[in-house]
């Protein structure tokens, strides 16, 4: 007989591990937090994940896939690099204002180097640099020299670092603004530009 999954507890133990891992850190966040935040006993956590390990990786991969399906609809959308970036930054930093424990979390888990990629996460990661670099040498908006690992870690690290900081609120503390999405764009289209190497 097929086991019944009551989403709401589902949706509540995903919303508890993020929470418990922000506030307490990956080692401090034991499965009996997590069952007690969500609600549910830890035989029902059990039932679905055979561990702490599983949880983080299955939520880590959702992350991941989120990332990464935000960017491939847009490499195959969209006609320049300025629009795709645009959009990935804007939908980031809102993410950050609505959300912004699901990027710490991401962040955290992005830092430890025991969480693995599974291999066709990072075909989805190469497929999208290559397009973006096969779009920006069609339009001159990306440096021949640009690797797939440079337009990533600029991307992707880049905004995920700057979302990290300012939730810190080492420099400020505000909500992102459409101001922030201008400026981190623009930066990026700087880096990667042809241009950016006669500006030094």
Do not use: W
């Given at each position: 007989?097929?086991?019944?999954?009551?989403?709401?507890?589902?949706?509540?133990?995903?919303?508890?591990?993020?929470?418990?891992?922000?506030?307490?850190?990956?080692?401090?966040?034991?499965?009996?937090?997590?069952?007690s935040k969500a609600g549910v006993?830890?035989?029902?956590?059990?039932?679905?994940?055979?561990?702490?390990?599983?949880?983080?990786?299955?939520?880590?991969?959702?992350?991941?896939?989120?990332?990464?399906?935000?960017?491939?609809?847009?490499?195959?959308?969209?006609?320049?690099?300025?629009?795709?970036?645009?959009?990935?930054?804007?939908?980031?930093?809102?993410?950050?204002?609505?959300?912004?424990?699901?990027?710490?979390?991401?962040?955290?888990?992005?830092?430890?180097?025991?969480?693995?990629?599974?291999?066709?996460?990072?075909?989805?990661?190469?497929?999208?640099?290559?397009?973006?670099?096969?779009?920006?040498?069609?339009?001159?908006?990306?440096?021949?020299?640009?690797?797939?690992?440079?337009?990533?870690?600029?991307?992707?690290?880049?905004?995920?670092?700057?979302?990290?900081?300012?939730?810190?609120?080492?420099?400020?503390?505000?909500?992102?603004?459409?101001?922030?999405?201008?400026?981190?764009?623009?930066?990026?289209?700087?880096?990667?530009?042809?241009?950016?190497?006669?500006?030094n």
């Open positions: 007989m097929a086991r019944q999954v009551d989403e709401n507890k589902i949706n509540a133990i995903k919303k508890a591990t993020v929470e418990t891992v922000v506030i307490d850190g990956i080692s401090g966040a034991s499965i009996s937090k997590i069952a006993s830890v035989g029902y956590l059990y039932r679905f994940y055979k561990g702490k390990r599983e949880l983080l990786e299955a939520l880590f991969e959702e992350r991941f896939q989120m990332i990464n399906n935000l960017l491939l609809d847009q490499v195959y959308t969209q006609n320049s690099v300025e629009d795709i970036v645009t959009f990935f930054v804007k939908t980031i930093y809102e993410i950050a204002n609505t959300r912004p424990q699901s990027i710490s979390f991401t962040h955290k888990l992005l830092s430890d180097f025991s969480f693995e990629l599974p291999k066709e996460f990072k075909k989805d990661v190469t497929n999208i640099c290559q397009r973006l670099i096969k779009l920006g040498h069609k339009t001159g908006e990306i440096d021949a020299d640009i690797t797939d690992e440079i337009i990533y870690v600029l991307l992707v690290g880049g905004v995920l670092n700057f979302v990290n900081i300012r939730q810190r609120r080492i420099f400020e503390d505000k909500e992102f603004t459409q101001e922030d999405v201008v400026k981190t764009t623009e930066l990026l289209l700087k880096a990667l530009s042809p241009n950016s190497k006669n500006s």
